[in-house]
């Protein structure tokens, strides 16, 4: 009996994460040889990467112009690939920009796609719905309502739960914590996730330092607050200590320690994306932010289906964080919303209960062990 092989496809951060324990977990499960697409938690989970997720990991829709090109090989040299290894089946995980173009391809050469983390078609570009049914053969969702649509749609789909349901905990208590990075534990801490890519940092972290300039001020008779940034393991920290040299603001940097420093916060300042999810699990009180090119938002705008962008308000159905995106995002309106976080012990107990609500729609745990059931199901007989 000769072990399948799989293409697996990440083009994330996030999905690099979700991609690694699903390629570890179908290893177990079928001795696969596994290639694709992906980073550092893909290449020590044992797959042969291909491709590089940062060619094509950017946030926007004019940022995403001049990598066009390189999506393109990106995608043409995936599925040459697939072609070549004779590949039993190809996963693709979230990223619909890059992934949706890869799916087409591989369907033109004959291989089944499974799809994990599919196009938010509820919030956004709801055409695409059409596109999935006829290039993907099984859709694996992480949201119960995902799966109601993509059936409504006639894709087959399961719904499996969250895969961070299982990961998002802290390793220590805020004692512990502050301990640990010489912070005073009965102090206020704000925790900062401005994002990770370098576009994110230019568009973000300035703005985050002067509302932090405004909070220490307005704060300096209650007792110092203290700002912890919660920076990606390996990330580069010049460009933020450049921001930092110029406004003075004197920011603790934890690397490699996320939920650590999210969960020994009084209140974090998050950029929308997964790390509001993360928040959420860890029951902290959050503002969200985001900014991105004028020419992107203007064309998002029209496009965008919701009144909010943030996924740990789209999960609850309501806002239960605030959400300072675009023009809103300034350092008076961030320094307000976190300020009265700090302030409000009554603000912050009301988040919690609405973000344990959150966390109950995320299901219990064992995501990624379902998903791989659903894709080894996929596999031929052999």
């Given at each position: 009996?000769?072990?399948?092989t ?5 083009g994330?951060?996030?999905?690099d ?5 699903l390629?570890?977990?179908?290893r ?7 290639f694709?697409?992906?980073?550092p938690r893909?290449?020590e ?5 291909i ?11 004019t940022?995403v112009?001049h ?7 990106v ?23 890059t ?60 719904y ?10 802290a390793?220590?208590?805020?004692a512990?914590f502050?301990?640990?990075h ?44 203290q ?34 420093v ?20 860890l029951?902290?009180p ?9 020419l ?6 029209r ?11 789209l999960?609850?159905g ?9 023009d809103?995002f ?16 009554e ?29 080894c ?6």
């Open positions: 009996m000769s072990a399948p799989i293409l697996i496809s990440a994330e951060a996030s999905s994460m979700y991609a690694a324990r390629a570890k977990t179908i177990e499960r079928t001795g696969a040889r596994l694709g697409m992906g980073g893909m290449a989970a044992g797959v042969e990467l491709a590089d997720y940062h060619d094509v990991a950017v946030v926007g829709i940022e112009l990598r066009i090109p390189t999506v393109v090989r995608q043409n040299r995936l599925a040459r690939e697939a072609a070549r290894r004779k590949a039993a089946l190809a996963i693709l995980v979230d990223s619909p920009g992934h949706l173009g890869v799916a087409r391809r591989l369907k033109n050469r004959g291989i089944p796609v499974g799809y994990f983390i599919g196009p938010q078609v509820w919030a956004w570009r709801p055409g695409r719905v059409r596109v999935v049914k006829r290039l993907v053969n099984h859709m694996v969702v992480i949201f119960p309502f995902d799966e109601e649509i993509y059936r409504n749609a006639r894709v087959p789909a399961s499996v739960g969250h895969p961070l349901a299982d990961v998002v905990h390793s220590m208590t805020r512990e502050a301990a640990r010489r912070l005073d534990p009965e102090r206020p801490i704000i925790a900062l996730l401005p994002g990770s890519r370098r576009k994110e940092i230019t568009q973000h972290y300035r703005t985050i330092l002067d509302a932090c300039a405004i909070i220490a001020r307005d704060h300096a008779q209650r007792g110092t607050v700002f912890v940034h919660a920076a990606a393991p390996g990330i580069d920290l010049q460009p933020f200590a450049e921001y930092e040299r110029a406004t003075g603001i004197d920011i603790r940097h934890v690397e490699g320690a996320v939920y650590d999210v969960a020994s916060a009084d209140c974090a300042i998050v950029a929308s994306g997964t790390a509001t999810v993360e928040a959420a699990l029951g902290t959050m503002v969200v932010i985001y900014r991105v090119a004028p992107t938002a203007a064309i998002l705008r496009m965008v289906r919701t009144r909010d962008v943030g996924m740990v308000n999960i609850a309501r806002r239960v964080a605030p959400e300072l995106i675009q809103d300034t350092a008076d309106k961030v320094a307000a919303e976190a300020g009265w976080l700090l302030d409000s012990l603000a912050r107990t009301e988040m919690k209960r609405a973000l344990a609500e959150v966390r109950g729609k995320l299901g219990t745990g064992g995501a990624i062990e379902r998903a791989a059931e659903v894709f199901g996929m596999l031929p007989a052999i």
